[in-house]
Protein backbone atom coordinates (compact mmCIF):
# COMPACT_ATOMS: atom_id res chain seq x y z
CA UNK A 1 0.00 0.00 0.00
CA UNK A 2 1.62 3.64 -1.39
CA UNK A 3 1.32 5.73 1.72
CA UNK A 4 2.98 9.23 3.04
CA UNK A 5 2.94 9.91 6.70
CA UNK A 6 4.06 13.41 7.78
CA UNK A 7 6.01 14.47 11.04
CA UNK A 8 7.36 16.78 12.72
CA UNK A 9 4.47 19.41 13.59
CA UNK A 10 3.97 20.90 17.00
CA UNK A 11 3.52 24.10 19.13
CA UNK A 12 6.47 26.68 18.13
CA UNK A 13 6.96 30.39 19.18
CA UNK A 14 6.87 32.99 17.18
CA UNK A 15 10.42 33.16 15.18
CA UNK A 16 10.99 29.75 15.97
CA UNK A 17 12.24 26.62 13.75
CA UNK A 18 10.64 23.18 12.72
CA UNK A 19 11.13 20.85 10.35
CA UNK A 20 8.79 18.61 8.77
CA UNK A 21 9.15 15.26 7.44
CA UNK A 22 7.52 13.14 4.72
CA UNK A 23 8.31 9.79 4.32
CA UNK A 24 6.97 7.61 1.62
CA UNK A 25 6.57 3.90 2.71
CA UNK A 26 5.27 0.70 0.29
CA UNK A 27 7.02 2.67 -3.14
CA UNK A 28 10.00 4.39 -3.61
CA UNK A 29 10.09 8.16 -4.19
CA UNK A 30 12.54 8.24 -6.38
CA UNK A 31 10.40 8.63 -9.19
CA UNK A 32 8.17 11.36 -8.36
CA UNK A 33 7.87 14.93 -7.46
CA UNK A 34 6.74 15.86 -3.66
CA UNK A 35 4.66 18.75 -2.60
CA UNK A 36 4.36 19.92 0.45
CA UNK A 37 0.80 21.85 1.29
CA UNK A 38 -0.89 24.18 3.90
CA UNK A 39 -4.23 24.38 4.82
CA UNK A 40 -4.75 26.96 7.48
CA UNK A 41 -8.24 27.26 9.07
CA UNK A 42 -11.54 28.13 7.07
CA UNK A 43 -9.09 27.93 4.39
CA UNK A 44 -8.44 26.20 0.93
CA UNK A 45 -5.27 23.89 1.01
CA UNK A 46 -2.60 25.81 -0.74
CA UNK A 47 0.96 24.48 -1.95
CA UNK A 48 4.41 25.83 -0.94
CA UNK A 49 6.97 23.78 -2.49
CA UNK A 50 7.67 20.62 -4.69
CA UNK A 51 10.83 18.92 -5.00
CA UNK A 52 11.63 16.70 -8.20
CA UNK A 53 12.55 13.35 -6.45
CA UNK A 54 14.77 12.03 -10.03
CA UNK A 55 17.06 15.77 -10.19
CA UNK A 56 16.33 17.62 -6.86
CA UNK A 57 14.90 20.50 -8.84
CA UNK A 58 12.54 22.78 -6.11
CA UNK A 59 10.15 25.04 -6.88
CA UNK A 60 8.25 27.45 -4.76
CA UNK A 61 4.97 28.77 -5.07
CA UNK A 62 4.72 30.70 -1.89
CA UNK A 63 5.91 33.83 -0.29
CA UNK A 64 7.94 32.14 2.37
CA UNK A 65 10.32 30.81 0.07
CA UNK A 66 12.93 32.94 1.83
CA UNK A 67 11.87 30.99 5.22
CA UNK A 68 10.92 27.55 3.94
CA UNK A 69 12.92 25.18 2.01
CA UNK A 70 12.72 22.37 0.84
CA UNK A 71 15.21 19.05 0.46
CA UNK A 72 15.28 15.35 0.27
CA UNK A 73 16.87 12.28 1.50
CA UNK A 74 16.91 9.86 -1.10
CA UNK A 75 18.42 6.87 1.54
CA UNK A 76 15.79 7.82 3.66
CA UNK A 77 12.93 8.31 1.27
CA UNK A 78 12.38 11.41 2.55
CA UNK A 79 11.32 14.84 1.81
CA UNK A 80 11.67 17.90 4.52
CA UNK A 81 10.33 21.06 5.17
CA UNK A 82 12.60 23.36 6.93
CA UNK A 83 10.27 26.30 8.39
CA UNK A 84 12.40 29.23 9.79
CA UNK A 85 11.54 32.15 11.78
CA UNK A 86 7.65 30.88 11.94
CA UNK A 87 4.80 33.75 12.43
CA UNK A 88 1.60 33.29 14.00
CA UNK A 89 -0.03 33.32 10.23
CA UNK A 90 1.82 30.23 9.59
CA UNK A 91 -0.81 28.23 11.44
CA UNK A 92 -2.16 25.47 9.72
CA UNK A 93 -2.09 21.55 9.00
CA UNK A 94 0.82 20.53 6.45
CA UNK A 95 0.59 18.44 4.21
CA UNK A 96 2.77 16.44 1.48
CA UNK A 97 1.92 14.69 -1.65
CA UNK A 98 3.44 12.82 -3.94
CA UNK A 99 2.75 13.05 -7.41
CA UNK A 100 4.24 12.62 -11.40
CA UNK A 101 5.50 16.02 -11.60
CA UNK A 102 5.88 19.37 -9.82
CA UNK A 103 3.65 21.48 -12.35
CA UNK A 104 0.07 18.80 -11.25
CA UNK A 105 1.49 18.04 -7.97
CA UNK A 106 -1.99 19.58 -6.33
CA UNK A 107 -4.26 16.89 -8.93
CA UNK A 108 -2.40 14.13 -7.23
CA UNK A 109 -4.42 11.49 -5.31
CA UNK A 110 -1.61 10.21 -2.89
CA UNK A 111 -1.67 12.24 0.16
CA UNK A 112 -0.45 12.08 3.56
CA UNK A 113 -2.47 12.61 6.86
CA UNK A 114 -1.22 15.88 8.00
CA UNK A 115 0.39 17.33 10.95
CA UNK A 116 -0.74 20.09 13.12
CA UNK A 117 1.56 23.41 13.15
CA UNK A 118 0.84 25.72 15.87
CA UNK A 119 3.24 29.26 16.18
CA UNK A 120 1.45 30.59 19.25
CA UNK A 121 3.33 32.29 22.04
Known amino acids: QLQLA ?19 SGFSLDYYAIGWFWQAPGKEREEIACISFSDGSTYYED ?19 QM ?9 VYYCAAGPKCSIISSTELWGQGTQVTVSS
Open 63 to 81: SREGRFSISKDNAKNTVYL
Open 6 to 24: ESGGGLVQPGGSLRLSCVG
Open 84 to 92: NNLKPEDTA
